[in-house]
């Protein structure tokens, strides 16, 4: 979507529909209103609960140039994060209701008018998103254009420009993630990180399964071994100015997960495509920031593989060493996001980052926890903990901690290696937490790391009010806040 900034008065503004969120009071924007459509809009809001339960469509008459007015209501007191919501919930019904495909929005007032604009362009974007990538007919008409009643300074352009880059990306990282597994395969998405290096002007390099083995990634191989998709090991970089701390974002890329030869029931698989929303949000994030931020120094990681049951697949009771050469016991094969991330991880490492944090859909224990609306946080840093909590809040993202207490070692011990990979039975408690201490295993103290587990946000069993079934993005717009206050 195109957003543009107007300065023109609301009824001048031409557009199929203006989209109006409705508080209490009338906006200061909409004072501009003439009187007769000011008491339409009166009207309609106290006539709204009788019509629909929060929305309702105007037809303008000619009172406005805008064909048609889409009215919502808002709560006075609505928090950036509701608002944030509301925006969303406007973007999706005026695309199911084709209200476009150009849109103009005023604001509420409810919120300093800078920090509004920013929500408002990244809420109606991202609402706005269908996943419907193979529809043979396009069942709902884009919106292409919004405008946004606004007066034009250069800072509100800066703002508008930034929320269109971080939504629109949103929204590209969803189809990544939509994409069917065997189209969307480890070297489709070795492609689109060599289009986004190429776009930004960032270094790429690329580690086939063989390069990966030779420097001693046993666990990744391990996984990528039973797939006849060729698996890869990325790295980008973006060079900056070098300062004292670098930042790595690791992101799990599993783009097809059947559990390997601890095979998961068939109804576990049918949104295991989704299995790379990790790899697919870090893709995202440094994009923006590379675009945003172009003096910072810092690195993405991709471990990238099928895990797949065949003849050359790994077993059940394997032995692996991953890179920092500790050895762990495979007791299920199911647990590999786990394994191909420790390799990832000790590559950062490698490479001099400072600070970690690795997005993942690890475990099904973590939607348990915490359902389908948080993100579960696991960090070995106060400090690291603050600014990832801090870039989630500005990002309008549910994000929460959960605990690493020492005691929780005892989970990973294995009679035969240095760690078991999984408790090797279903149902064992705390399964979050057992992928969080597996994972820190692989990443030295003084690094400050930090672990998102985002199986249950990164995608949507069903739509919501604001939000299509299907890939969320999720983490990602917490990447691109905690890259820009880093
Ligand atoms: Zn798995």
């Given at each position: 979507?195109?957003?543009?900034?107007?300065?023109?008065?609301?009824?001048?503004?031409?557009?199929?529909?203006?989209?109006?969120l409705?508080p209490?009071?009338?906006?200061?924007?909409l004072?501009?209103?003439?009187?007769?459509?000011k008491?339409?809009?009166?009207?309609?809001?106290?006539?709204?609960?009788l019509?629909?339960?929060?929305s309702?469509v105007?037809?303008?008459h000619g009172?406005?140039k805008?064909q048609?007015?889409?009215?919502?209501?808002v709560?006075?007191?609505?928090?950036?994060?509701?608002?944030?919501?509301?925006?969303?919930q406007a973007?999706?019904?005026?695309?199911?209701?084709?209200?476009?495909?150009?849109?103009?929005i005023?604001?509420?007032?409810?919120?300093?008018p800078?920090?509004?604009?920013e929500?408002?362009?990244?809420?109606?974007?991202?609402?706005?998103?269908?996943p419907?990538?193979y529809?043979?007919?396009?069942a709902h008409?884009?919106?292409e254009n919004?405008?946004l009643?606004?007066?034009?300074?250069?800072?509100?352009?800066k703002?508008?420009?930034?929320?269109?880059?971080?939504?629109?990306?949103?929204?590209?990282v969803?189809d990544?993630?939509?994409?069917?597994?065997?189209?969307?395969?480890?070297?489709?998405?070795?492609e689109?990180?060599?289009?986004?290096?190429?776009e930004?002007?960032?270094?790429?390099e690329?580690?086939?399964l063989?390069?990966?083995?030779?420097?001693?990634?046993?666990?990744?191989?391990?996984?990528?071994?039973?797939?006849?998709?060729?698996?890869?090991?990325?790295?980008?970089?973006?060079?900056g100015?070098?300062?004292?701390q670098?930042?790595?974002?690791?992101?799990k890329?599993l783009?097809?997960?059947?559990?390997?030869l601890?095979?998961?029931?068939?109804?576990?698989?049918?949104?295991m495509?989704?299995?790379m929303a990790?790899?697919?949000?870090?893709?995202?994030?440094?994009?923006?920031?590379?675009?945003?931020?172009?003096?910072?120094?810092?690195?993405?990681?991709?471990?990238?593989?099928?895990?797949?049951?065949?003849?050359?697949s790994?077993?059940?009771?394997d032995v692996?060493?991953?890179?920092?050469?500790?050895?762990?016991?495979v007791?299920?094969?199911?647990?590999?996001g786990?394994?191909?991330l420790?390799?990832?991880?000790?590559?950062?490492?490698k490479?001099?980052?400072?600070?970690?944090?690795d997005v993942?859909t690890?475990?099904?224990?973590?939607i348990?926890?915490?359902?389908?609306?948080?993100?579960?946080?696991?960090?070995?840093?106060?400090?690291?903990?603050?600014?990832i909590?801090m870039?989630?809040?500005k990002?309008?993202?549910?994000?929460?901690?959960?605990?690493?207490f020492?005691?929780y070692?005892?989970?990973?011990r294995?009679?035969?290696?240095d760690l078991?990979?999984s408790?090797?039975?279903?149902?064992?408690?705390?399964?979050?937490?057992?992928?969080a201490m597996?994972?820190?295993?692989?990443?030295?103290?003084?690094?400050?790391?930090a672990?998102?587990?985002?199986?249950?946000?990164?995608?949507?069993?069903?739509?919501?009010?604001?939000?299509?079934?299907?890939?969320?993005?999720?983490?990602?717009?917490?990447?691109?806040e905690?890259?820009?206050?880093?």
């Amino acid at each position: 979507m195109k957003i543009r900034i107007s300065e023109q008065a609301i009824p001048e503004i031409e557009a199929n529909t203006i989209i109006i969120l409705l508080p209490s009071r009338l906006p200061e924007a909409l004072q501009t209103l003439d009187p007769a459509l000011k008491n339409r809009i009166d009207e309609a809001r106290q006539a709204m609960p009788l019509y629909t339960k929060d929305s309702i469509v105007l037809l303008s008459h000619g009172e406005v140039k805008a064909q048609k007015l889409f009215l919502l209501k808002v709560p006075d007191n609505a928090d950036s994060f509701e608002l944030r919501q509301i925006y969303s919930q406007a973007g999706r019904e005026a695309r199911l209701r084709e209200l476009g495909p150009d849109v103009a929005i005023a604001l509420t007032g409810l919120l300093d008018p800078l920090m509004e604009a920013e929500i408002a362009v990244e809420g109606l974007v991202q609402g706005s998103y269908l996943p419907e990538l193979y529809k043979t007919e396009k069942a709902h008409k884009s919106l292409e254009n919004l405008i946004l009643c606004f007066s034009r300074t250069f800072e509100i352009e800066k703002i508008v420009r930034k929320a269109e880059l971080v939504g629109n990306t949103q929204n590209y990282v969803r189809d990544l993630v939509n994409e069917p597994a065997s189209r969307a395969t480890p070297l489709f998405l070795v492609e689109e990180a060599k289009r986004i290096a190429s776009e930004t002007g960032s270094r790429i390099e690329v580690l086939s399964l063989n390069d990966a083995e030779k420097m001693g990634m046993g666990a990744f191989s391990a996984v990528a071994r039973g797939s006849d998709q060729p698996a890869f090991m990325v790295k980008l970089h973006h060079p900056g100015e070098d300062g004292a701390q670098k930042l790595g974002l690791v992101g799990k890329g599993l783009t097809f997960d059947s559990g390997g030869l601890s095979l998961k029931p068939w109804e576990s698989m049918t949104t295991m495509k989704s299995d790379m929303a990790g790899a697919a949000a870090v893709l995202g994030a440094f994009r923006v920031l590379s675009f945003l931020r172009p003096e910072l120094d810092f690195m993405a990681f991709l471990p990238l593989t099928e895990n797949l049951p065949s003849g050359k697949s790994y077993k059940p009771g394997d032995v692996v060493r991953a890179m920092n050469g500790k050895t762990i016991e495979v007791l299920s094969t199911d647990a590999e996001g786990r394994l191909i991330l420790a390799d990832a991880l000790c590559w950062a490492v490698k490479e001099g980052v400072t600070h970690i944090v690795d997005v993942a859909t690890l475990t099904g224990a973590c939607i348990i926890a915490l359902g389908h609306e948080t993100t579960g946080l696991f960090t070995n840093s106060e400090a690291w903990r603050k600014q990832i909590l801090m870039a989630a809040l500005k990002a309008g993202e549910r994000v929460w901690e959960l605990p690493m207490f020492p005691e929780y070692k005892e989970l990973i011990r294995s009679e035969i290696a240095d760690l078991a990979n999984s408790a090797g039975r279903s149902g064992a408690p705390a399964g979050a937490i057992f992928g969080a201490m597996f994972l820190k295993e692989f990443v030295p103290e003084e690094i400050a790391w930090a672990h998102m587990d985002i199986a249950g946000p990164s995608w949507l069993p069903k739509s919501s009010k604001t939000m299509a079934s299907g890939a969320t993005g999720a983490s990602f717009r917490t990447l691109v806040e905690l890259g820009l206050s880093f």
